[in-house]
């Protein structure tokens, strides 16, 4: 009897697989781009499979776990997110899942701050009248001019990892900030970057001084000409602090006309039809978005709207898209390093065989 480990992806995950092939574990991938249907996850996962890999497009919840039942010991998600993972059923069977926080922070947090200063310093729309052979003269504000992002006052809205790296991104363009989060408020991390701000003042850095401080949320979106969206997707029925619409028609209202919508977070985050009709009448300048309510963007979405299409920036879910931060087998650097590592601590028992202490595990509680 063949007692090798085997494993489903449901995607390919690059030269974490081979590794994985070289430590004699069975890898079987889904060769397609596309998600696979659940009904073959669950024939995969009913098959025996020891662990499964996923991404946050595999619905993974009873009934995967049911077909799993006494067979299948991990699922090692490649994200940081996992929304696609139903937890309250992951602790029932008790199967750990694990996911990709930390190595994609960076990564994240710098595209965020990209789609800023591409969206307020119109470069999608600029790009266009150059190739479109639309730019006939320099003039001092013809055809349009773009807002500078530096010394500018950014509200952080959630001050997890990635939030908090967006706020380091921010200090070398001598920015205010606003920070918001229901949840915890790091104000250690708060202090050392007014120290880091009163240096760079004192050196001559920056010519104005700058600060950074929590405040409620609507003084937030109130106060900031750019807000950018960092919180973990959370519904009323699972949370105190829920965030699915955090932005909707009231408090879309509440931010400056002049301001502009970041979000690398969540989609669901944002009420899509109230954020279409924000752009449309001006509530707000601008929005720049990689993640949606529905993934892919639908093609009659409101948010394609060619009225808006000059101040609504569209990505695809691409702000961890970097080729170190995606493949790297270096669990310290790549998120497909850090999904075949979370996998193999719990197959092969390392930390004793305890997987509350297995770094990589989101549902800890489970295993307490
Ligand atoms: C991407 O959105 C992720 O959660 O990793």
Redesign the pocket.
């Known amino acids: 009897m063949d007692n090798k480990i085997r494993v489903f992806a449901t995607c390919d995950i690059g030269e974490a697989i081979d590794l994985l092939r070289k430590r004699g574990y069975e890898v079987e991938v889904y060769p397609r781009p596309e998600a696979p249907p659940k009904s073959l996850i669950i024939d995969k996962v009913g098959s025996g499979i020891d662990g499964l890999i996923t991404t ?1 497009r595999d619905p993974i919840d009873a009934e995967v776990f049911e077909a799993g039942k006494g067979t299948l010991k991990v699922v090692a998600q490649i ?3 996992f929304d696609n993972i139903n937890r309250a059923d992951a602790n029932r069977y008790k199967i750990p899942f694990t996911h ?1 926080a930390d190595v ?1 922070t960076e990564a994240t947090a710098e595209f965020a701050f990209f789609m800023m200063g591409a969206l307020a310093r119109k470069m999608w729309t600029a790009e266009h009248l150059t190739r479109d052979n639309q730019w006939g003269y320099w003039h001092p504000y013809l055809p349009f001019l773009g807002d500078e992002v530096t010394g500018k006052t950014l509200a952080v809205i959630g001050t997890g990892r990635i939030g908090l790296a967006m706020i380091k991104k921010s200090v070398g363009f001598d920015m205010n900030v606003l920070c918001y989060d229901p949840a915890y408020e790091n104000q250690a991390f708060v202090r050392t970057i007014q120290e880091v701000n009163e240096l760079r003042h004192s050196r001559g850095l920056s010519k104005e001084k700058v600060s950074i401080r929590y405040v409620p949320f609507e003084e937030a979106l109130d106060g900031a000409d750019f807000v950018s969206v960092h919180v973990p997707l959370l519904r009323a029925e699972d949370s105190a602090t829920p965030t699915y619409h955090l932005f909707n028609e009231k408090t879309l209202r509440l931010m400056r006309p002049t301001a502009y919508l970041i979000n690398t977070s969540r989609g669901p985050v944002v009420d899509e039809k109230a954020l279409a009709r924000a752009l449309r009448e001006n509530w707000i300048a601008g929005a720049a978005l990689d ?1 949606y309510e529905k993934e892919p963007l639908p093609s009659d979405s409101p948010l394609r709207d060619p009225a808006i299409a000059d101040r609504c920036r569209l990505f695809p ?1 691409f ?2 898209a970097a080729r170190i931060t995606r493949l790297s087998t270096d669990p310290d650097k790549g ?1 497909a390093g850090r999904c075949a590592q979370g996998l193999i601590d719990v197959l092969e028992g390392n930390y004793g065989g305890d997987v509350a202490q297995m770094p990589y595990v989101v549902n800890k509680e489970a295993f307490k």
Request: hydrophobic share 65%; proline share 0%; glycine share 10%.
């Open positions: 946050l994200a940081v997110g990709t994609l993640v879910h702000a961890s998120m």
